[in-house]
């Protein structure tokens, strides 16, 4: 069944198969409530980034994920794609460059960019002062390779390193494990 809500067309999944249903029931989530305060959340450092996790696919049912990424001037990962999940990224603060293959945009406060399954791109901060912004992925998983791979900070810490070479090699070492694939010159 589908649901119509307005101009939006809403498509009804069993939460237990992920298939198509024509239960509105279904709809029904058995997610717990999650509830942030400014300055919580797990929070890593990942090659010179710091992301804290808003939702993560254990808090949302794997449906997605969220967090908050201050990307530091110079910061950003190379051009890559992903092969389950569409990216989302919405700044909050400062300028973020981004590269959908030879076109660049400069998104400042306020702009949001979503990266569909496959579409190579890579993301870098350019200005001179860290940027802030959400991303999000759909469906959850990504966000494992980063508590995986980060650094955990505790949530007074605010300044991170800048990536080691050691840092660099083992995100490059879990992200196939993870659908992604850098596109290295």
Request: charged fraction near 20%; aromatic fraction near 8%; glycine fraction near 10%.
């Amino acid at each position: 069944m589908t649901l119509r809500i307005g101009v939006y067309v809403v498509q009804c999944y069993d939460d237990r198969t992920n298939t198509p249903t024509r239960n509105p029931d279904s709809m029904k989530t058995t997610s717990p409530l999650t509830l942030r305060e400014p300055g919580e959340g797990l929070r890593v450092s990942v090659v010179g980034d710091i992301y804290t996790f808003l939702a993560t696919g254990k808090e949302t049912n794997g449906r997605y994920a969220l967090w908050e990424a201050v990307v530091y001037p110079g910061g950003g990962p190379p051009l890559h794609k992903h092969q389950w999940e569409e990216e989302g990224f919405y700044v909050l603060e400062g300028e973020i460059t981004f590269v959908l293959g030879s076109e660049r945009l400069v998104a400042s406060q306020g702009t949001f960019v979503n990266m569909p399954v496959g579409t190579p791109h890579a993301f870098k901060n350019e200005g001179a002062t860290p940027a802030k912004m959400l991303i999000s992925v759909a469906p959850a998983g990504l966000e494992q390779m980063f508590l995986e791979i980060g650094k955990p900070l505790s949530p007074g810490e605010s300044s991170v390193e800048p990536p080691s070479k050691e840092e660099i090699d083992k995100l490059l070492a879990a992200a196939p494990s993870y659908g992604i694939e850098i596109l290295l010159p």
